[in-house]
């Protein structure tokens, strides 16, 4: 049975940051041509290109200050992971090796490709939101982990 916790649910916080991560990813496309795909901006860096690099690193460390930036003006969240380190190492490679065949993530195609109404990435959304749904069933009702 899942429960709410009412008290920290925040619907106006997180349709901000849903409007704000739709904006920038229109702003991304419109002024740079580019889809707003982290594992392909990320993969970028790993097998770098002459003069393409230093957006992709502003990218990136844009991702790993904003949090920190917040950190200065409110707390951060605790986050409670009922997973172990092998767990988490396992689910990490699995969703890296998923980005790879999908040829995206889900902010890739998710966000990017849906709003430009790719039949791709209809597809690769519904696969990935599927066998996440499926994942959590097995795990939580029938491993009972």
Request: glycine share 16%; proline share 4%; with cysteine.
């Amino acid at each position: 049975m899942m429960n709410i916790d009412w008290s920290a649910f925040t619907p106006w916080s997180a349709l901000a940051g849903g409007v704000l991560i739709g904006v920038a990813a229109g702003m991304f496309v419109l002024l740079n041509g580019r889809i707003a795909g982290i594992s392909g901006i990320l993969g970028g860096l790993l097998k770098p290109v002459r003069g393409d690099a230093a957006w992709r690193v502003a990218f990136i460390g844009g991702l790993l200050i904003a949090p920190l930036s917040h950190a200065l003006i409110a707390a951060l969240p605790r986050p409670q992971i009922d997973a172990g380190y092998g767990a988490l190492v396992l689910a990490g490679l699995l969703v890296g090796i998923g980005t790879r065949y999908g040829s995206g993530c889900t902010s890739g195609h998710g966000v990017c490709g849906l709003s430009r109404l790719s039949p791709r990435s209809l597809v690769a959304t519904l696969a990935f939101m599927t066998a996440g749904f499926a994942t959590v069933f097995v795990i939580r009702h029938l491993l009972h982990v």
